[in-house]
């Protein structure tokens, strides 16, 4: 099994920081990599069980299923269904920890998948960096930090 993990401080408060995020199907509105997004069956995109299908702006698609979700956590447990990368068994959390003292947000991904070894380096790369860090990134600029 393979692990991925990446953290970050965003400026901003946690709880304003899970109001961007929270939404499952929202990809579109805080990270650079989604074009476009959508849950399937018309379900509600907090529904624990719901399925987002979303498309990268790369073309590649790739359906999510939301496994847990927690108000009182800020985080969000999801598996991936369907991907162009030669993952399997991936399961991510997202979470979020206020920092009282600065009013920011500590900010946590990780991801545990299977994959082939050879693979292994090329995709912890690409998700630490390419999606991870660069959601991060994009949360940051959001909140008006660099």
Request: with cysteine.
């Amino acid at each position: 099994m393979t692990t991925v993990y990446v953290s970050a401080m965003i400026p901003a408060p946690a709880s304003t920081v899970w109001g961007w995020v929270r939404d499952f199907n929202a990809l579109p509105r805080w990270t650079p990599f989604v074009a476009d997004s959508r849950i399937e069956q018309n379900l509600p995109s907090d529904k624990v069980g719901c399925i987002r299908n979303f498309v990268l702006k790369d073309g590649g698609r790739i359906r999510e299923q939301l496994l847990g979700l927690s108000d009182y956590e800020m985080s969000c447990t999801y598996s991936i269904l369907e991907s162009p990368m030669a993952v399997e068994n991936y399961i991510a959390k997202l979470s979020l920890t206020p920092v009282t003292d600065t009013n920011t947000t500590f900010a946590e991904w990780q991801a545990d998948f299977d994959c082939p070894a050879e693979r292994e380096r090329e995709l912890t790369q690409q998700i630490g960096v390419n999606v991870f860090k660069a959601a991060f990134d994009a949360l940051k600029l959001k909140a008006g930090g660099r």
